[in-house]
Structures are given as C-alpha cells and as structure tokens.
C-alpha cells in the first residue's frame, strides 16, 4: 500500500528529474549554440580575407555588418538561454538544501557553491562564468568588426 509520504517522494522525485532534463537541455543547448556562433564566425572572418586580398571593400563592410548583427542575435539568444537554464536552477537549488539536510553534508549543494564562487570571483573585479566569457567573446567582435567597417570604409575612400 501506497503512503502518502511515498506520493509526496515519488512527486519530488518526478520534480527533480523534470527540472534536471529542463537544466540539461537548456545547458547543452546553450554551449552548442555558442559552438555554431564560434563556426560561424570562424567564416566571417574568412570573409574578411577575402574581403581585403580581393580588394572589394564593400563585401567587407557587409560581412562586418553581418557579423555585428549576428553577434547581437547570438548574444540575445545566449541570455534567452540562461534565463531558461535559471528557471531549473532555482528548482534543483531547493532541492539540494533539502537533500543536504537529509543527509546532512552541504557538499550536495553544487549550484549553491557555484553561485558563490561565481559571486566571490565578481567581488575581486574578475567574474568567471559562462555568461561573462560567452558576453565578452560577443562584444569583443562586435567591436573587431565596427573596426573592420572602419577599415573597409577607409579604404573604400581611398580607393
């Protein structure tokens, strides 16, 4: 016969399992997002060689503009991402308090250790975490590619 308390563990556990295949998806999805984004920009700047050997300054300023709107699409995408990847989180965070509890260890509470890691590096001026490094790698070409327009821009005047 079936007890309530073992309804109320089978839910939880239900629970948990739903929000870990939520956080698992949502995390791998994120890093393969960011491997095409990588690919992607990869032949971009293929394109800008191409650009400047074969002297066709306008292809260039295209394929920057390009690049530019890709890497903000990217970038949205990547918060899209997090956000959805929080929404477990908080979930599988309740239950690692209560699992530590249970067990009476807090080395159960990975997410709980990562958060304050994370935390701990942001107070000494240095935030290591997916989200910074996926956000710098966007704008750095961002910027990389306003200079390319620059450049290309420049030489189109020249020329």
């Known amino acids: ?72 699409l990217f970038w949205f995408l990547d918060r899209r991402t997090r956000e959805l990847i929080k929404l477990s989180e908080r979930y599988l965070k309740d239950e690692e308090t209560r699992l530590a509890e249970i067990l009476r260890s807090e080395s159960i509470m990975l997410f709980t250790e990562s958060d304050r890691l994370s935390d701990s590096s942001a107070k000494k001026g240095r935030r290591v975490s997916y989200s910074s490094i996926f956000t710098k790698f966007f704008w750095i070409n961002i910027v990389l590619a306003a200079l390319f327009i620059a450049v290309f821009l420049f030489n189109l005047a020249v020329s």
């Open 1 to 72: 016969m079936t007890t309530i308390d073992d309804s109320v563990d089978k839910a939880r556990d239900a629970a948990r399992d739903i929000a870990w295949k939520h956080f698992d998806l949502h995390a791998k999805q994120r890093i393969e997002v960011f491997k095409s984004y990588v690919t992607l920009i990869t032949v971009i700047f293929a394109g800008y060689g191409i650009a400047f050997q074969t002297k066709t300054h306008w292809l260039g300023v295209v394929v920057a503009v390009f690049s530019i709107l890709i890497s903000l």
